[in-house]
């Protein structure tokens, strides 16, 4: 029960965003251009594997390397002129697949990995190795050949709080009944703003409370790292009061696309349930940089879970989503936006409309203290998250009189238990984190 992954490197791999590609030898024989002496090799045509057999790099463990924004990434240059991510061994058939799959694990409003001039080996950028095979195999060719497309990445050292603004653009929520029939060719990450339930003439079906310890830590987890997160709700329903209360959140620790880890962490949080004597009332998940509204997809998948969970019992149990907000400068404030929701049927005439969002009213309780075992599960997620790419710079400046730690401790403190001592408590965690990088 989660969000549906992003991108697999396999489809970056397959189709990345600057042409420069790794070919197949027949492919490259059709990269080519006359120029009255033969036939040149286009910009596409040099690739890694044609600089290794003329004798310009040589294969070679931890030889690449990308820095961007503060992190670094370190890459096997192989034989076949494919490279090897050292962190997690996967396999990119070219810079630009690598430079764009690991960017976006920073910047997910990364269009593109400029990856000959983001990538060095040995220290050097590869832009300049390409220009110096057209030196000394092409000497008549232009030299646009080598640096078309290839701009420096200007960003590089770009503040959070920049990338952030002009990630927001991108992502603009329609409403609702501009929507129409279900439509393959729309984006699946299409933003939908939520309806009221009076706006669609019903009542909210059943009241939440949710426990400011659930909110603390969900909270906590979303700011943790650029990528997106998801976690499982536990708590309790109750048919005769028609209340649903959310006791206990469990953040997952893996990744979205880890299909072969999410197994065996749903089923320890399922044996956590067990042992809480509690149920599973809903899910959250996080829009780490954008709005707190649901996708296209969110409202699919929100709708399979409230049919799971309706499956689950003998009568209506309800089934909570919630999206949280950590760094989408649309916020008031430093707070994350916390946005609980719920998805209504389509109209029976209309079945294949997507269906409704809609805002769920919620009770916040606020606990007296914050438990051991909220505490023991931030630590892990310290532990998880820890030297990972992703992993965000909490020293930077979220704005100019705030760092990103200012901003996380100022977010929580909307979540604090009546017992004070919560306090000291924090700052030991806090004192892990900023050792995290």
Excluded at 35 to 41: A, C, F, P
Excluded at 77 to 100: H, M, Y
Excluded at 199 to 218: D, E, G, K, T
Aim: hydrophobic share 35%; with cysteine; charged share 20%.
């Amino acid at each position: 029960m989660g969000s549906e992954p992003p991108s697999s490197p396999q489809l970056l791999e397959e189709g990345g965003e600057e042409e420069d590609e790794e070919l197949s030898g027949g492919e490259e024989s059709d990269l080519r251009v006359s120029s009255g002496r033969g036939s040149l090799l286009t910009r596409r045509g040099i690739t890694l594997r044609v600089l290794l057999k003329d004798g310009l790099v040589e294969p070679g463990d931890g030889v690449l390397s990308i820095h961007y924004l503060g992190k670094k990434f370190v890459g096997d240059l192989l034989c076949d002129g494919k490279i090897r991510w050292v962190e997690t061994g996967q396999i990119f058939n070219s810079p630009s697949a690598w430079a764009t799959h690991c960017k976006r694990l920073v910047n997910p409003a990364k269009k593109s990995g400029c990856g000959w001039a983001s990538v060095r080996y040995r220290g050097q950028k590869l832009v300049q190795y390409k220009t110096s095979w057209l030196h000394k195999y092409q000497p008549s060719a232009d030299l646009n050949l080598a640096s078309e497309g290839e701009d420096e990445d200007e960003d590089e050292e770009e503040d959070l709080s920049l990338i952030q603004r002009r990630g927001d653009r991108d992502r603009v929520p329609v409403r609702y009944c501009n929507l129409g029939m279900r439509d393959a060719a729309r984006d699946p990450h299409t933003l939908v703003e939520l309806s009221a339930f009076s706006a669609i003439n019903r009542f909210q079906p059943f009241n939440v409370a949710v426990s400011s310890n659930v909110l603390l830590l969900m909270d906590f987890h979303c700011h943790l790292t650029t990528s997106e997160v998801v976690g499982y709700l536990g708590g309790r329903w109750d048919t005769n009061t028609q209340l649903l209360t959310v006791l206990r959140a469990f953040p997952c620790r893996t990744r979205l696309a880890d299909r072969d880890a999410a197994p065996a962490v749903e089923e320890e949080i399922c044996q956590n349930l067990f042992m809480r004597g509690l149920s599973l009332v809903g899910w959250y998940h996080s829009h780490p940089r954008g709005p707190a509204l649901p996708s296209l997809q969110d409202i699919d998948s929100q709708m399979d879970h409230q049919l799971r969970l309706q499956g689950s019992s003998n009568g209506f149990q309800p089934c909570l989503g919630i999206i949280c907000g950590p760094y989408y400068h649309g916020n008031q404030g430093v707070a994350s936006t916390i946005t609980p929701f719920w998805v209504v049927p389509p109209p029976e005439q209309r079945p294949n409309d997507y269906g409704i969002p809609v805002a769920v009213e919620v009770t916040y309780v606020q606990d007296n203290f914050l438990t051991s075992d909220v505490l023991n599960e931030m630590m892990l997620l310290v532990d998880f998250y820890r030297g990972a790419p992703d992993l965000v710079q909490f020293s930077q400046h979220w704005n100019p009189d705030a760092s990103v730690m200012d901003k996380i401790k100022g977010s929580l403190s909307g979540h604090a238990p009546k017992d004070q001592a919560y306090v000291q408590i924090l700052e030991h965690v806090y004192s892990q984190l900023s050792g995290t990088h």
